[in-house]
T-cell receptor, first 120, second 113 residues
Framework: GAVVSQHPSRVICKSGTSVKIECRSL??????MFWYRQFPKKSLMLMATSNEGSKATYEQGVEKDKFLINHASLTLSTLTVTSAHPEDSSFYICSASFAGGPPRNYNEQFFGPGTRLTVL | GENVEQHPSTLSVQEGDSAVIKCTYS??????FPWYKQELGKRPQLIID?????GEKKDQRIAVTLNKTAKHFSLHITETQPEDSAVYFCAASIAGTASKLTFGTGTRLQVTL
C-alpha cells in the first residue's frame, strides 16, 4: 500500500512552453501533497505544500505564478511549470501523506518516482 | 524555520564495516526524524524513523539514535553490503498531520568490496 505515481517520468520541452506534472496517490487518500525540486547531487528542496481544496503554501523564494499547483482531489495534485526556461530543468518529486490518523503514521511521506524536466 | 545539517557528505567503507551518518537540527519543537535512502534517479525510500519519545530504534542492520538535548540524531548501518551504496538523507519535522519535512544535505555512501 501507499503507492504514489507521477506522470510523466521524463519530459523535454522548449523554452517558453508550460509543462504539467501529475502526482497521484493510487491506494490511499492524501490530505496533503508536497512538491520538491532536486538538483543533481543535491538535497530535496521543498517548493510548496498542497492541501486538497485549498491554495498551496509556497516556500520562500518559490514563485507561485511560475509554479502553479492544483490539488483538486484527495488523490491528485498537479504542478505546472509555466513559461519554462533552461534553469527550470531539474528533478521534480512529489510526496503524499495519509488523510487518516492512527494507526497510520501520519507523519510519513510517500514519494513519487519523480519527473525529470529538461528545458531546451 | 528548521535547519538540518548532515555529515559527512561522502563516506566510503569496506564491505562488512559499519557506517555512521550524523545530523543536527535547530528547532527544538521537531519530534519526528526519518531517514531516507535514494538511489540514482530514484525516489527517496524511508528506511527507518524515530520519534522524540525514544532514544534509539533498531531494524536489523540499521539503527537510529536520538539525543534531544543536543538536538542531534545518527544513522548506524552495520555489516555494510554493496547494495547499501546510495545517498542517505536525514530529515526532521514536527509531528502532526502532514507536517513538512526539512531535509539534510545528504551523504553519499560507497561500500567497497
Amino acid at each position: 500500500g501507499a503507492v504514489v505515481s507521477q506522470h510523466p517520468s521524463r519530459v523535454i520541452c522548449k523554452s517558453g512552453t508550460s509543462v504539467k506534472i501529475e502526482c497521484r496517490s493510487l491506494d490511499f487518500q492524501a490530505t496533503t501533497m508536497f512538491w520538491y525540486r532536486q538538483f543533481p547531487k543535491k538535497s530535496l528542496m521543498l517548493m510548496a505544500t498542497s492541501n486538497e481544496g485549498s491554495k498551496a503554501t509556497y516556500e520562500q523564494g518559490v514563485e507561485k505564478d511560475k509554479f502553479l499547483i492544483n490539488h483538486a482531489s484527495l488523490t491528485l495534485s498537479t504542478l505546472t511549470v509555466t513559461s519554462a526556461h533552461p534553469e527550470d530543468s531539474s528533478f521534480y518529486i512529489c510526496s503524499a501523506s495519509f488523510a487518516g490518523g492512527p494507526p497510520r503514521n501520519y507523519n510519513e511521506q510517500f514519494f513519487g518516482p519523480g519527473t525529470r524536466l529538461t528545458v531546451l | 524555520g528548521e535547519n538540518v545539517e548532515q555529515h559527512p557528505s561522502t563516506l566510503s567503507v569496506q564491505e562488512g564495516d559499519s557506517a555512521v551518518i550524523k545530523c543536527t537540527y535547530s528547532d527544538s519543537a521537531s519530534n519526528y526524524f526519518p531517514w531516507y535512502k535514494q538511489e540514482l534517479g530514484k525516489r527517496p525510500q524511508l528506511i527507518i524513523d524515530i520519534r522524540s519519545n525514544v532514544g534509539e530504534k533498531k531494524d536489523q542492520r540499521i539503527a537510529v539514535t536520538l539525543n534531544k538535548t543536543a538536538k542531534h540524531f545518527s544513522l548506524h548501518i552495520t555489516e555494510t553490503q554493496p547494495e547499501d551504496s546510495a545517498v542517505y538523507f536525514c530529515a526532521a519535522s514536527i509531528a502532526g498531520t502532514a507536517s513538512k519535512l526539512t531535509f539534510g544535505t545528504g551523504t553519499r555512501l560507497q561500500v567497497t568490496l
